[in-house]
């Protein structure tokens, strides 16, 4: 397990202990990776990130144009493997979850300690602090040490 | 909700002692339909009780047993019991520790029946 954020540690451990899930991605509605437990390629990581946030933000798009509430969840079930990806607000913004689980486990499960998990962050979040101004000399190292800090190297 | 599956909660929720039953996905641990005290979540008793009989089923079948055809919890304060039911379906009930077993066990047992 790697986060970026240390307060996401906890709630996430618990999180992996409980629901049996096998690869967690935490990110912001952009994208940007806050966690991951279970990926070995930084490649992989933001390949997901990117898709989740992309389908996260044309479901919500797709509930906007029915005249819903925002879709609380999307699963797909396979036949080895699931996905499961919700989205929450945090009081850093509004973040988004994907899991990826097997038969060992159930969807029940994994959106019973996914909600727990979603209000021990909401809870452990310091406040946000006022965003920097992003230059284009710090992207590359900001976007390296998160990689660092997600990946170990 | 279906009928069917209000009538069979509703024969295991007559038993003395049952504070309430639902049907839940045995794989997917999400709730059919339920019968429950408004105090009960019945989202997470069915994830953790499908999430339980799961589990035993996997022991019993490493131990070359047969899948368990009734689970019995007992906890301080009362009791869980699950039944499995045909199309891959849990007859769940939670009951005081009072709660007359044998005959909710029947009850859920039919209603399990009922529901192939």
């Known amino acids: 397990m790697r986060v970026i954020e240390p307060w996401v540690a906890a709630p996430l451990r618990t999180f992996l202990a409980e629901s049996g899930a096998r690869l967690v991605l935490l990110m912001t509605t952009s994208g940007q990776v806050v966690a991951q437990h279970g990926f070995t390629r930084s490649l992989d990581v933001m390949s997901a990130a990117a898709l989740g946030a992309g389908i996260t933000a044309s479901t919500e798009e797709l509930a906007r144009i029915l005249g819903a509430p925002r879709f609380g969840a999307l699963v797909h079930q396979g036949t080895r493997q699931g996905l499961f990806l919700g989205a929450f607000d945090t009081p850093r913004g509004r973040w988004i979850g994907l899991v990826a689980f097997g038969p060992e486990t159930s969807v029940g499960l994994v959106q019973l300690f996914f909600d727990q998990m979603a209000s021990e962050i909401a809870e452990a979040a310091p406040p946000a602090a006022a965003p920097a101004q992003v230059l284009a000399e710090n992207f590359e190292h900001e976007l390296n040490a998160s990689l660092r800090a997600l990946f170990g190297r | ?116």
């Open chain 2, 1 to 116: 909700m279906s009928a069917r599956y209000v009538e069979a909660l509703e024969r295991v929720g007559r038993v003395r002692g049952i504070r309430g039953a639902l049907l839940v996905h045995a794989e997917d641990g999400l709730v059919v339909a339920e019968a429950l005290l408004e105090e009960v979540d019945a989202r997470a008793l069915a994830a953790l009780s499908a999430g339980l009989v799961a589990r035993l089923r996997r022991s019993a079948g490493h131990a070359g047993l047969r899948p368990p055809a009734f689970v019995h919890l007992r906890g301080e304060g009362g009791m869980l019991l699950a039944v499995p039911a045909p199309d891959d379906l849990l007859v769940v009930a939670i009951a005081d520790s009072d709660a007359n077993v044998g005959l909710a066990r029947l009850e859920m047992l039919e209603a399990a029946g009922r529901l192939g």
